[in-house]
């Protein structure tokens, strides 16, 4: 097939690298890409934000397929805007794109279709958040009511910390002037992404990420430091369940609203002493848990994004699945999740990937005017790392950050170790 993948990220790169490790081959291009991308794909200078030139690009192409990635192209209308040129189009409309674009839209979604989630209050002014607040207790936890690349939400003790954040957000301009204030959910998280053509739902496996800076979970929230699959504390039944009492009602809902939701619902969970609940809800794969998610896909991907994009899951084959363990480790910038350095020189990538079941997604990359390699963003790398258990898989991991050189740089060293040591648990009712 030819395919158009859009967007210039980690999860791109993880896209345009299973698309290009399937048997046969595709014609593979990106917009805009980046450098690590354009080792796999033909690169077009395109906004991935402009719906008309993303569509006159894939007509021009003569693409089979559209994959639309992140989260600002496809509530900007992006998908919409290729599926009205007669191209298919892997992402939801923007209509549908709002169950990640308002906080305050998916948590009327998810009550009106009985999924199970923290309790919250939409709160327009500050008087509103204290009240809030008061009502839910500490942990405090306040959301930015649109897109924030995953780093607008402050879980904190601190009580003036949250009324700060929620201060900013209510004034920021352009935002959506209100903020969502929720209950603190105990117990681990897990990322379930699930396939949908708007009308059946295929799950995949699920991830865990890790969103804090640093070590043990210490300093701010960041877009993701790292994930791995499978998850072997996980309850059986737990894939089944979200997909029966989330996926499949969230997306019946979306239909009977006459916006059916077609692309992948990412589920963010949290596994309480009260049972499953849902955290949130993204539009989009996540990242940094696609790069672990489709780097154990046994199935072509580009069978499951077409078969989503044309109504056609339901005739699916069952998924299949690598047994091994992967392990992905972001290496950020200095500055980090700041503001990051941009320009520091990047060396060791290809010596990372000499590591056998090793291999390295660009991020936030790209190429100076004497050809090299720079970080461009705050997550720059994904070391990604397979392995037949955890242990094994971190130990890759790990030796090929190790090979990768970027002055200033900062990673987690504890992605996956509890779960290796079988240290993560479910909490209990009572």
């Known amino acids: 097939m030819k395919i158009l993948v859009v967007g210039n990220g980690a999860r791109e ?7 290009a490790g399937e048997p046969g081959g595709h014609e593979l291009h990106a917009a805009p890409g980046n450098p690590g991308i354009g080792r796999e794909a033909a690169l077009h200078a395109v906004d991935a934000n402009d719906g008309a030139a993303v569509a006159a690009l894939a007509t021009g192409l003569g693409a089979d397929l559209v994959v639309v990635g992140p989260e600002a192209p496809l509530v900007a209308g992006v998908a919409d805007a290729v599926r009205a040129a007669g191209v298919p189009c892997f992402g939801p409309s923007a209509e549908a794109a709002r169950l990640e674009g308002s906080k305050a839209f998916a948590k009327d979604v998810m009550a009106a279709a009985g999924v199970p989630t ?6 327009t002014t500050l008087d509103e958040v204290a009240a809030a607040l008061d009502d839910f207790g500490a942990p405090h936890v306040v959301k930015d009511d649109g897109l924030a690349a995953g780093k607008g939400v402050v879980v904190t003790s601190d009580r003036d ?13 352009g935002g959506a002037g209100r903020v969502v204030v929720e209950e603190y959910l105990d117990g681990p998280e897990v990322s379930l992404f699930c396939i949908s053509d708007g009308a059946a739902v295929v799950p995949l496996v699920p991830a865990q990420d890790f969103k804090r800076v640093g070590d043990d979970d210490a300093g701010p929230n960041t877009g ?4 791995y699959s499978p998850l072997g504390w996980a309850p059986a039944g737990l894939v089944d369940e979200v997909v029966e009492r989330v996926a499949q009602p969230t997306v019946d809902e979306m239909a009977r609203r006459g916006t059916p939701f077609a692309g992948v619902l990412y589920v963010g969970l949290a596994l309480t002493s009260r049972g499953t609940r849902v955290v949130e809800f993204n539009a989009r794969f996540g990242d940094p848990e696609t790069q672990v998610v489709l780097t154990r896909l046994v199935t072509p991907l580009s069978a499951v994004l077409l078969a989503a994009a044309t109504g056609a899951l339901g005739d699916l084959e069952p998924l299949r699945w690598s047994d091994d363990a992967v392990v992905n480790v972001v290496v950020a910038a200095a500055g980090y999740p700041g503001t990051p350095r941009k ?12 590591l056998d079941g090793v291999h390295v997604l660009h991020a936030g990359t790209a190429t100076s005017p004497d050809g090299t390699l720079v970080a461009a963003g705050g997550r720059v790398l994904s070391v990604v790392a397979r392995g037949a258990d955890l242990d094994a898989a971190r130990r890759l991991a790990y030796e090929g950050v190790a090979r990768v050189g970027l002055a200033g740089s ?5 992605i996956a170790l509890r779960a290796a040591r079988g240290e993560v648990t479910v909490p209990t009712a009572g």
């Open 13 to 19: 790169h993880a896209i345009v690298h299973a698309l």
């Open 118 to 123: 923290a309790a919250a209050h939409v709160c």
């Open 343 to 354: 320009g520091d020189a990047i060396t060791g990538t290809d010596d990372a990937e000499a």
């Open 224 to 227: 993701g430091m790292g994930a």
């Open 161 to 173: 910390a949250a009324l700060a954040h929620a201060e900013a957000a209510l004034a920021a301009p």
């Open 410 to 414: 900062h990673h987690r060293t504890d």
